[in-house]
């Protein structure tokens, strides 16, 4: 899957139950670029810098100008954990599952913290190459994850 920003590969890991992220006015544009299953990077309009979590300045050179980024989707694993304890009720069918900071790649060194699902936790490791997939949790929100790059199922993959 090539299509920027990852396309329209999307599922179900978590539960409906599952605490919701909360938008601001800094992160609203990323949000609503995910709602359209689009993976974007804040950068800075005067010296190409980006950062994650969106913020209101650049920390680089104090621009207050910013855009939104189009990633293509790809990505690395930077580091992990797996939860085994779940922490809601909700998630005990989930458990275990990853938390993982991930690389995207042409994010300029910026990093995601999200979930590698579509895998055994035991098989994630440093550096796996992952692609994001898309968790839509509502009409209003969808949540971006990644899964390993070039599992079954990723027709036309050539990673
Ligand atoms: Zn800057």
Do not use: I
Request: proline share 11%; charged share 20%; net charge negative.
């Amino acid at each position: 899957m090539t299509t920027p920003g990852g396309g329209g590969q999307s599922g179900r890991w978590f539960p409906d139950e599952m605490p919701l992220p909360a938008a601001n006015a800094e992160t609203a544009g990323w949000w609503e670029a995910c709602l359209s299953h689009r993976l974007v990077v804040q950068r800075c309009r005067s010296c190409g810098a980006t950062r994650h979590p969106p913020g209101p300045l650049c920390p680089d050179c104090r621009c207050l100008e910013s855009e939104w980024a189009t990633l293509p989707g790809t990505g690395t694993v930077y580091s992990y954990t797996v939860v085994r304890q779940a922490f809601l009720p909700s998630l005990a069918d989930t458990v275990p599952y990853v938390v993982a900071a991930v690389e995207p790649d042409g994010a300029g060194g910026a990093r995601f913290v999200s979930n590698v699902v579509e895998c055994d936790p035991e098989e994630v490791c440093v550096g796996m190459p992952v692609e994001v997939v898309w968790e839509d949790m509502g009409p209003e929100l969808a949540v971006p994850r990644f899964r390993p790059r070039g599992t079954a199922g990723d027709e036309g993959a050539t990673a």
